[in-house]
Structure formats: structure tokens, C-alpha cells
T-cell receptor, first 115, second 112 residues
Framework: DGGITQSPKYLFRKEGQNVTLSCEQN?????MYWYRQDPGQGLRLIYY???????QKGDIAEGYSVSREKKESFPLTVTSAQKNPTAFYLC??????????????FGQGTRLTVV | EDKVVQSPLSLVVHEGDTVTLNCSYE??????LLWYKQEKKAPTFLFML????IEKKSGRLSSILDKKELFSILNITATQTGDSAVYLC????????????FGAGTQVVVTP
């Protein structure tokens, strides 16, 4: 089945450790995104990528890093520099491109808890 | 600064009631407005609105965009408990390559 898969669903991290969240899609979409969701704040954009080997910072990129070595994959690393990493992380993809519409498809999310 | 504001933040209704959710926006280079439903984890797409005054319908849900007054509404008629969810509004900019700017969401609880 076509879709977007995030793993793991739940993740616990000790303070000071880096952790990587996985996001894979088989929709052949060019664009991929990482959002963070906190209670009462909706979704905020962390990073996005329009094409392989290229990505841009979103609104809250500090303390995060990404890579886009393959079209299908867009992993997010939460570094120890992120001051408040406990949150729900959503990955999304879309066809992308100007004038092609903006419907994004979302993964099931990863809930990260720092202990 | 661009912003997307949803209201109310939450509401509780009885089954069978009609619900109206609001989304106002102040953004540069507006292209489209999208509505998503988030029940537990992954938001699912409901509507994308690009033109003003044209209502989009899907079953008991409908939505319309007013580009002059810069807002959209999402209506749910004859609500059911399965409509309980967070409803997210998002704006797509013309230069964003699909990047969405979200509002905070409206939590809807439908009681039996």
C-alpha cells in the first residue's frame, strides 16, 4: 500500500542524547516535511525538503537536523541542543512544485519523551 | 508576521447538533486554505479551498472561503460521536512549494 511511515511510534530519550526519527514514503512525492505538535499550538514546521539533497529550515529548526539522501527518506535528528524536545513529531509529504496544489499526506507520528 | 487563527479553541456539542468552525488568516502570497481532521495521530485531509465563495461538500461536512474578509468556515451538520477530533486549518503560500502554515486547531467533542 502507498503511504508514509514513521518509526518508532514512541521514543524515550535521556537528556543530552541525540535521537533520530525515521520517515519513509512510497508515494513518489518530491516534497517532505517535519512538523512538531505541542498541545494548544497546532503544527509548527521544523524542516522541509523540495528535492533530494536539498532542504530548508522551517520556523523552529534550532536543535534539529535532517538529511535527504534518497527521495523516499527524510530522517530527523533531535540533538541535545534542542531545549524542549518532548513533543509529537509528524512527517508529511506532498507532490510539491509550484501550482501543483498543497495537499500533504501525514505519517502516524512519533511521540518523543525526554526523561 | 503571517498568522492563521482558529476559533473556538474547543467546544462540546451533543449528537445531532451543527458545528461551525472558524479560521481567519493574515498571510502574504496566499494560494489556498486547507482543512484537516486529526482524530488520534495522523491528520487526514478534508478540503482545499482556493476560490472565494465556492462551497465544497463531503457528506455532512462543508467548507467555504472568503478571500475578501480572509476567513474560512467548516460546518459539520448532524454531528456524530465519530466527528470528535481536532480540526486543523492550514494556509498554503504561493511560494511555499507545498509548505503549510497551521492554526492551533479546534478540539471538537461530540457527546452521545
Amino acid at each position: 500500500d502507498g503511504g508514509i511511515t514513521q518509526s518508532p511510534k514512541y521514543l524515550f530519550r535521556k537528556e543530552g542524547q541525540n535521537v533520530t526519527l525515521s520517515c519513509e514514503q512510497n508515494l513518489n512525492h518530491d516534497a517532505m516535511y517535519w512538523y512538531r505538535q505541542d498541545p494548544g499550538q497546532g503544527l509548527r514546521l521544523i524542516y522541509y525538503s523540495q528535492i533530494v539533497n536539498d532542504f530548508q529550515k522551517g520556523d523552529i529548526a534550532e536543535g534539529y537536523s535532517v538529511s535527504r539522501e534518497k527521495k523516499e527518506s527524510f530522517p530527523l535528528t533531535v540533538t541535545s541542543a534542542q531545549k524542549n524536545p518532548t513533543a509529537f513529531y509528524l512527517c508529511a509529504s506532498s507532490i510539491g512544485g509550484y501550482g501543483t496544489g498543497g495537499q500533504a499526506f501525514f505519517g502516524q507520528g512519533t511521540r518523543l519523551t525526554v526523561v | 508576521e503571517d498568522k492563521v487563527v482558529q476559533s473556538p479553541l474547543s467546544l462540546v456539542v451533543h449528537e445531532g447538533d451543527t458545528v461551525t468552525l472558524n479560521c481567519s488568516y493574515e498571510v502574504t502570497n496566499f494560494r489556498s486554505l486547507l482543512w484537516y481532521k486529526q482524530e488520534k495521530k495522523a491528520p487526514t485531509f478534508l478540503f482545499m479551498l482556493t476560490s472565494s465563495g465556492i462551497e465544497k461538500k463531503s457528506g455532512r461536512l462543508s467548507s467555504i472561503l472568503d478571500k475578501k474578509e480572509l476567513f474560512s468556515i467548516l460546518n459539520i451538520t448532524a454531528t456524530q460521536t465519530g466527528d470528535s477530533a481536532v480540526y486543523l486549518c492550514a494556509v498554503l503560500h504561493t511560494d511555499s512549494w507545498g509548505k503549510l502554515q497551521f492554526g492551533a486547531g479546534t478540539q471538537v467533542v461530540v457527546t452521545p
